[in-house]
């Protein structure tokens, strides 16, 4: 069993991920398995997604100050940050507002 989600990057957070902006993923699942929160996605994609300086994605186990992360069009913020259980057919955008100059 799989739980399928989109991951999308912008406003420069692509060039973390190979500049691809959009990933179609696959999480494992199984019976009995601890739920996929977006505590435990973000090191998944942390290490499954990224090419490149992932401290400029994380910061611990959170996302980075300047990356605004929307769930489904909704601020995380307001859906749990870390502890929101994500669900299949999720679409999960990390936007970044940190531009260089």
Do not use: C
């Amino acid at each position: 069993m799989t739980l399928n989600i989109t991951v999308e990057l912008s406003g420069g957070a692509e060039l973390l991920f190979d500049n691809k902006k959009k990933h179609v993923v696959n999480l494992p699942t199984k019976e009995g398995d601890v739920a996929w929160t977006l505590g435990r996605v973000l090191p998944w994609i942390r290490d499954n997604l990224l090419t490149e300086r992932p401290e400029l994605f994380m910061q611990g186990r959170s996302i980075r100050p300047g990356i605004l992360v929307l769930v489904n069009d909704t601020d995380w913020e307001i859906v749990g940050e870390l502890e929101y259980v994500v669900e299949n057919g999720d679409n999960i955008m990390f936007i970044s507002t940190l531009h260089g100059g």
